[in-house]
């Protein structure tokens, strides 16, 4: 009798219905979605990589600070420079605010070093479940601009579900120059449901509005991390969490950012989706 109720009420959240029916149909998602994450292999990882996999699962983040030195950074964003310069064609037309080339480890030595790091790679794996790997890395530059509304456009969910991402500051990120943000916990069920609630949330809501996240904070401010830190800081976040780049106000932002997804699931569609550099 369940399966019968719960695709009416799926197809009901599909058609825009608010309220209940959508957070039944977000509820019934997750159920089946965490039976297949009890039923999938676990993954063979180090004791850090312990460490970062339960910091990740708990809270949707975990930080690393001095992943890469200062002098590597430097050499990294001279590359994201050059890239820009010399593959104009391949800079994302789509983002309004960064200048972007996906698909950089594929013309960069040193970027592709970050693209292939095994332990990463074991970890994203992990989190997944499934064997994974990196589909491409993200070279972004990011200047201040008037009216900027920050990489990413604004608060959003990349998925829904799990979708691991390993994001690295080439540059000092101060509160002025577009720090990572997250609302700790949004990539859990439970804060799901209640997140819908609070905030009139739709189904499948990938944006989010200003107003919609203020209501979230203003009950739970706590929730609202914000992330400066130093050139080579890793960030290992699950990205189906409310998250963004604050608008950035001064200087230029530079990083990397790993896209990971399961191998059975990558596919030349997505590499034409992201317009992603080719090999050299």
């Known amino acids: 009798m369940l399966g019968p109720i719960s695709s009416i009420i799926r197809n009901r959240a599909r058609t825009g219905a608010p309220g209940l029916f959508s957070r039944l149909a977000t509820r019934f998602d997750y159920a089946d979605f965490g039976a297949w994450l009890e039923s999938a292999p676990a993954m063979q990882l ?27 950074c ?23 605010a960064d200048q972007r080339i996906y698909g950089a480890n594929n013309a960069s030595a040193l970027i592709a070093s970050f693209s292939d790091d095994p332990e990463l790679l074991a970890l994203a794996s992990a989190y997944n479940h499934k064997p994974t790997c990196t589909a491409f890395t993200l070279a972004a530059r990011m200047p201040a601009s008037s009216g900027n ?18 994001i690295m500051y080439l540059s000092d990120v101060g509160p002025e120059n577009g720090p990572f943000q997250l609302l700790e916990h949004s990539q859990r069920p439970d804060q799901i449901i209640k997140d819908m609630k609070r905030a009139d949330l739709g189904y499948m809501q ?6 919609q996240v203020a209501r979230l904070v203003e009950q739970e401010p706590e929730r609202l991390l914000t992330f400066t830190a130093k050139a080579g800081t890793l960030i290992l976040v ?27 699931s990558v596919d030349q569609s997505m590499y034409e989706k992201f317009d992603v550099l080719p090999k050299a």
Do not use: M
């Not at 430097?74 to 890239?83: F, G, K, Y």
């Not at 990489?151 to 829904?160: I, K, L, P, T």
């Not at 699950?238 to 780049?245: E, I, K, M, N, P």
């Open 46 to 72: 180090s004791e850090e990589g312990r460490h970062r996999l339960s910091e990740i699962e708990r809270k949707g983040i975990c930080i690393v600070p001095g992943f890469w030195s200062e002098e590597k």
């Open 206 to 211: 990938y944006r989010i509005e200003e107003p």
């Open 238 to 264: 699950d990205t189906s969490t409310l998250h963004r780049g604050l608008p950035i106000q001064a200087g230029t932002r530079y990083a990397l950012t790993n896209y990971y997804f399961p191998i059975d």
């Open 149 to 166: 509304l920050g990489s990413g456009e604004g608060w959003h969910r990349d998925a829904f579900f799990r979708q691991f991402k390993a």
């Open 74 to 96: 430097q050499q990294a964003r001279a590359e994201v420079d050059r890239l820009i310069v010399q593959y104009p064609d391949y800079v994302n037309p789509n983002a309004k």
